[in-house]
């Protein structure tokens, strides 16, 4: 594929340059096959963007540098950050208030995810340095991937809403705790004390809280002067959004996190629900699309050697076996069925943009750590971005909260074509 690149640029020089004609082209392609997918298997449109991201990331495509920085990292970080605003907005504090028991969910999923995936490596003799990263990460779920399947599905009900809160919770944590520690990995390992352990997780989760405070008050006042379903409040709110991750990103904090509690901030203030303006729903789903074929390239490049393949199958499996024990252990008490429980669990599989991010954290913290992490990390990301799709898809599906019948089994040989809504 090098080649074929390195010839067309001999012969065709675009004003934009050419990397923008190849990313425009292959984020056509993603579209079409994301919608293909959809139409004719019932499978999410991401899963189509991944695939057209991992054939392109695998057959050499040069358009993502590993790791990010530049224009791909602010536009990755802006897209979690949009995503993870809205996914915040979605999750009223009060609720806890009279359902604790999710909180308990939240924390025994991400606790087990932690705990299982440490031991998982840690058997197969992966050094704490390396390990311990790594089940931070699987912490993590994805409200984005979540998020896509939800609006493909056409899905409501308690499964879909417990596992976006969870999901969202544990996207929480996973950034407080990778970022800070990212900024421990110059350290010498075995140095540490209580308090320096701390710190850098005060440091990361008080500048988010500002910066996000900023950002929600900013829009609460805006919103009391603007329509919530103008276009001008649509171009303010991506806007300040992107000046949030800027700002929390330079000053030390984390970009996403600063974002998703200015989410859950403003519908604190601003409790009435709201719906983002169609013009703001088109942009998001350009940046999301472009967030997941970004990851899926990017991911794709990692090695793909028979003992990462064994470290990646041990973490994927740890890492699903622990996200179901914890929501079935946090269940007593919490609403939910035990039939419930399990398939909140498996909507919560998905990994995509967050871990990636964090990923690239690790990796521009420490060049040899951070290289030995992303040689896991990637490959189980590309492998949970398209697998937990799917299993998050029958999940949904299983739990009878779709409203969109299974394409293959109500589409006939003289079915007409199906029109997305």
């Known amino acids: ?41 019932g499978m999410p ?34 897209g979690v950050a949009v995503v993870l605003f809205e996914a915040g907005g979605r999750i009223p504090l009060r609720w806890f208030r009279h359902n604790p028991m999710v909180l308990v969910q939240s924390l025994a ?26 089940a931070l990460l699987a912490m993590a779920a994805s409200p984005a991937v979540l998020s896509r399947v939800a609006i493909d599905t056409r899905a409501a009900g308690p499964v879909t809403e417990r596992a976006m809160v969870l999901s969202t919770l544990s ?45 929600a008050l900013t829009l609460r006042v805006a919103l009391r002067v603007m329509s919530p379903t103008s276009e001008n409040t649509a171009i303010l709110l991506l806007a300040l959004i992107a000046a949030g991750a ?12 600063a974002a998703l509690l200015g989410g859950m901030l403003l519908k604190q203030l601003n409790p009435r629900p709201w719906s983002w303006p169609r013009q703001m729903g088109t942009a998001s789903s350009m940046l999301t699309m472009l967030m997941f074929v970004l990851v899926s390239v990017v991911a794709a490049q990692a090695d793909w050697s028979g003992p990462v393949a064994g470290l990646v199958i041990a973490l994927v ?31 919560m599989s998905p990994m995509s943009s967050v871990a990636l991010l964090l990923v690239s954290q690790f990796v521009s913290a420490s060049g040899s750590l ?22 998050a898809t029958v999940a949904i599906y299983r739990a009878g909260e779709s409203s969109k019948p299974w394409a293959p089994l109500t589409r006939g040989p003289s079915s007409g074509p199906v029109h997305e809504p």
């Open 1 to 41: 594929m090098n080649e074929v690149l390195a010839i067309w640029a001999e012969w065709i020089k675009p004003s934009a340059g050419l990397p923008t004609v190849q990313w425009s082209i292959l984020l056509a392609v993603a579209a079409a096959a994301g919608h293909l997918l959809n139409r004719y298997t």
């Open 45 to 78: 449109k991401v899963v189509g963007y991944s695939l057209v991201g991992g054939v392109a990331g695998l057959a050499g495509f040069t358009g993502a540098v590993w790791p990010l920085q530049g224009t791909g990292l602010f536009l990755l970080e802006l």
């Open 109 to 134: 999923e991400s606790s087990l995810t932690f705990i299982f995936v440490y031991w998982a490596l840690s058997a197969m003799s992966v050094r704490e340095a390396v390990a311990e990263p790594l």
């Open 171 to 215: 996207t929480l944590y996973a950034l407080t705790l990778c970022s800070a520690r990212a900024g421990m990995m110059h350290r010498p390992e075995g140095v540490s004390s209580l308090l320096s352990t701390l710190y850098p997780v005060l440091v990361v989760l008080g500048l988010s809280v500002v910066v996000g405070a900023v950002l």
């Open 246 to 257: 800027a700002l929390a990103a330079h000053f030390g904090g984390s970009a996403p996190l």
């Open 317 to 347: 499996i740890a890492r699903v076996a622990a996200k179901i024990t914890g929501v079935a252990i946090g269940n007593v008490g919490s609403g939910a069925s035990w039939k419930q429980a399990l398939w909140v669990g498996c909507a």
């Open 370 to 391: 951070g290289r030995q992490i992303a040689g896991v990390a990637l490959p189980a990301i590309l492998l949970m971005e398209v697998l937990g799709a799917v299993l």
